[in-house]
């Protein structure tokens, strides 16, 4: 789905008090930052934040990061945490294939929901699910990696699901008809259509 662009979108964002503006000065620092020692799940290319911020607000015992590659959508995610205080969640704006600069084994989970599908085979090593990220995650896992994935593209399930194993991770879950408790803006309206949602879940130790 193409993004809309809204008008002075970085500077409305960077008012939030959930963006943080340096991440990089964070890496290996999270914890110092959420001032506790609980785990650190992190959502690569959050969108307007539903599902990140569901997560944060019923699981106040894990650490939530939402990452963002381009500001406008982050304006939606920003305008619901207004009026709410969620301790344990902060947004980043940034291209995750700089991930290594932010991250350094610290984190437990990384999710991975209606990520672009990049469908030209030119395209392949953007897929977050490529053995290119696969790689850069490796990096920012703390014990075991562990991912969670979505997405309503059946080419992009079944190419992930063949990338995952051909990279070591174990499928936990497969599931091509699924219905998460949290859910994605572009999810509920895909259900609404009468898509079916592909999920994957995989764990690598």
Known sequence: MRLKHIKNASEIISKSKYLIKNPIEYKGKWKKLFNNNN????????????????????????????????????????????????????????????????????????????????????HTKRRLSSPNFLEKYDKIFKDKNDI???????????????????????????DTNYLDEYRTEYEDKFISLGKNINYIHVVKK
């Open 39 to 122: 785990d650190i799940e992190i959502e690569i290319g959050m969108g307007k934040g539903k599902f990140i911020i569901s997560k944060a607000i019923n699981n106040p015992n894990i650490n939530y990061i939402g990452i963002e590659k381009y500001d406008s959508p982050l304006v939606s995610a920003v305008k619901k945490l207004e009026e709410l205080d969620i301790p344990n969640l902060k947004l980043i704006c940034f291209d995750a294939s700089n991930i290594n600069d932010i991250f350094d084994k610290e984190i437990t989970k990384i999710y991975l929901n209606f990520s672009d599908p990049w469908p030209k085979k030119r």
């Open 148 to 174: 969670e994935m979505k997405t309503d593209n059946d080419e992009l399930y079944e190419y992930s699901c063949n990338s995952f194993i051909d990279n070591d991770y174990e499928i936990i879950k497969t």
